[in-house]
């Protein structure tokens, strides 16, 4: 199966920014593990990240068309915000799961709303990078 998992504005920064929520694990140490776990698995899932509003939705239609058959993706803090990744999102119909490190429902209010979880099939959260592969399994077991 093909995935895509895409993270959006400071997840770069993972290991660096707010280690008390994010933890100490760095982003590097992130695309092990789904490295890992695709060859665990004999799956092709590609790894995007960028602080870029626009170059994630271009990453997104892009997926439209190269064959993309899953998503996880964690938007940051367009989550809170972008109605243009959601309508990104929505256009695409292949599994979809966001994914957050913290638990977004014990944090700030503003943290609290999602904007793009309406147009995926589940959300994870406070999970630590963990929830990433529970995101992968998720779309690969058809959940």
Do not use: W
């Amino acid at each position: 199966m093909k995935l895509l998992v895409i993270n959006g504005p400071n997840l770069n920064f993972l290991g660096i920014r707010e280690k008390g929520i994010y933890g100490t694990q760095d982003y590097q140490y992130l695309l092990d593990m789904i490295q890992k776990k695709a060859m665990e698995t004999g799956n092709d899932i590609t790894v995007y990240q960028s602080n870029h509003e626009g170059a994630i939705i271009d990453r997104l239609q892009a997926a439209y068309f190269d064959g993309t058959e899953g998503i996880v993706i964690n938007p940051g803090a367009f989550t809170h915000y972008s109605y243009a990744i959601r309508d990104a999102l929505a256009s695409i119909t292949v599994p979809k799961v966001e994914i957050h490190i913290s638990d977004i429902t014990r944090r700030e209010e503003f943290r609290k709303i999602s904007v793009t979880a309406p147009v995926c099939d589940r959300q994870i959260y406070g999970q630590g990078l963990e929830g990433y592969l529970q995101a992968i399994d998720s779309i690969l077991n058809g959940e």
